[in-house]
């Protein structure tokens, strides 16, 4: 991960976690009271994913991504615990910018808007935790030639110009 | 009077459900086919081409354009000659986004309450509590809950014209209105305009399309914003012209400028930022000029169905 250069585009195979906005919530009030979290967040690549219901005989049904930085003020306690990379759309704060830098993460952007797209990288879906949430539950993804863009890299730089949201 | 039954409105609404979000409307189509000819930044044309080939496989394998199925809003035309005989108009129209979100897989993104988040509209399916039909019919049974936000308007004749947007919130957060002096210079108006679209940034999936509301009140200015989003978009080669001229001018001018901006598709550059901006004007008050910007983002979704 820490190789890879802002811009760099990449196809990546392997296993990812959804999470957005209530599971952040609730995994970093997890940290805060010392309680054991539903996955394991060292190595660990989560996407800011609320897929559709999965259509009969598929596996998943829309599963774009979700605006980044409504995460922002839940990242640095899953960074800290060594979640490796991040995966969404838009820009990041610089306080997330500065610790993907300081635990040498990555933020990863992949095309927005194109979840029915996406369907076809995804191989094998696992409800983990949160069921009660829904769209917004963690589900382990099993992904086969995922595009992702590298939109901050474990260097700090960021794909965005300054001054965007 | 001519009567039509609330379950033919019931049904309509649930096509449109599907319809909307399966697939994308030809006028987004094409002015993203035309940004593609146009395009010359190598990243924002492979992203382009992305979105375009997205818009193929929703339609084609009935999935959702995009997971986020947004709040459907619904513009309704009541023929003043029209009777709904059998049921209300909201209950059908509600029943029928139900039938049409459960029957399509889509998204249930609305929670009852804003504030402690709870009571979400969906039904955890994964979670172990498959529906099962409760009849032969093989339709679910329904949760009884998908709060759409209706406009109604009471026009001439004696049909039901029902315009439905499902509205994303990537973009919908990305919205503004300000209240202007009534002597603010046009200049003024599209420097908060372009501001707005500056900050949209890449948050809100760009390339845009922009519905602007001009005039009204606060809350009318607001409502004319979105409701230009169901017109057709123009871009420069268009046909479609506003007949304001005045209107006409600054929506070009506007697509030309906010194209400047040169955020580009997923905000990565290039010369698309805007696909097309629709303005819809109203009389406004001595003291006032209320200007409201709806972003949407390049999957406009909306589809319209005349009973």
């Known amino acids: ?165 | 009077m001519r009567e039509i039954k609330a379950d033919k409105v019931r049904d309509a609404a649930a096509d449109l459900a599907k319809e909307a979000n399966f697939v994308l409307r030809k006028d987004v189509l094409d002015a993203l086919k035309s940004a593609l000819a146009k395009e010359t930044d190598n990243r924002a044309r492979k992203i382009l081409k992305a979105i375009i080939n997205n818009a193929e496989i929703a339609k084609k394998e009935k999935l959702a354009i995009c997971q986020d199925t947004g709040l459907p809003v619904v513009f309704g035309e009541i023929g003043q000659e029209a009777r709904i005989t059998g049921g209300s108009l909201q209950g059908a129209i509600s029943q029928g986004l139900e039938l049409g979100y459960a029957r399509g897989n889509l998204r249930r993104s609305i929670v009852k309450d804003p504030l402690s988040r709870g009571g979400s509209g969906f039904t955890p399916l994964e979670a172990g509590c498959r529906r099962q039909p409760s009849d032969a019919s093989g339709v679910l049974p329904l949760t009884g809950f998908i709060p759409a936000i209706i406009h109604t308007e009471i026009v001439k004749g004696d049909k039901i014209k029902l315009s439905l947007l499902p509205k994303g919130f990537g973009c919908e957060n990305k919205s503004q209105i300000r209240m202007f002096k009534p002597t603010a210079s046009i200049e003024e108006i599209k420097r908060f305009i372009l501001e707005a679209v500056e900050k949209a940034g890449p948050d809100a999936c760009p390339p845009f399309v922009l519905g602007i509301g001009i005039g009204g009140t606060q809350d009318y200015a607001a409502f004319l914003a979105k409701k230009a989003l169901l017109n057709k978009i123009k871009n420069q080669k268009s046909k479609i012209k506003n007949t304001n001229q005045k209107i006409y001018k600054l929506e070009i001018e506007l697509l030309k400028e906010i194209n400047n901006l040169r955020i580009g598709p997923m905000g990565l550059g290039g010369k698309t930022t805007c696909l097309g901006v629709n303005i819809l004007s109203y009389p406004t008050h001595i003291a006032g000029l209320p200007v409201a910007i709806n972003i949407s983002c390049h999957a406009l979704r909306s589809a319209v169905k005349i009973l």
Do not use: W
Not at chain 1, 86 to 101: D, F, L, W, Y
């Open chain 1, 1 to 165: 991960m820490r190789h890879l250069k802002v811009g760099e585009e990449i196809s990546y195979t392997g296993k990812l976690y959804t999470a957005r906005d209530q599971a952040h919530k609730r995994l970093v009030e997890a940290i805060h009271s010392h309680k054991s979290l539903p996955i394991e967040l060292k190595g660990s690549i989560i996407y800011y994913c609320g897929p559709t219901e999965t259509p009969r005989g598929k596996i998943i049904g829309s599963c774009g991504p979700t605006t980044s930085s409504r995460m922002d003020g839940f990242t640095l306690p899953l960074l800290k615990l060594g979640l490796s990379a991040m995966i969404g759309k838009g820009n990041r704060s610089p306080e997330v910018i500065a610790a993907i830098r300081k635990y040498q993460a990555v933020y990863f952007v992949t095309y927005s808007g194109c979840g029915a797209l996406l369907t076809r990288q995804i191989k094998k879906k696992t409800l983990v935790a949160y069921a009660d949430l829904g769209p917004e539950a963690i589900y382990e993804l099993e992904v086969k030639d995922f595009p992702l863009i590298v939109a901050v890299d474990s260097q700090g730089n960021s794909i965005y110009k300054p001054g965007f949201c």
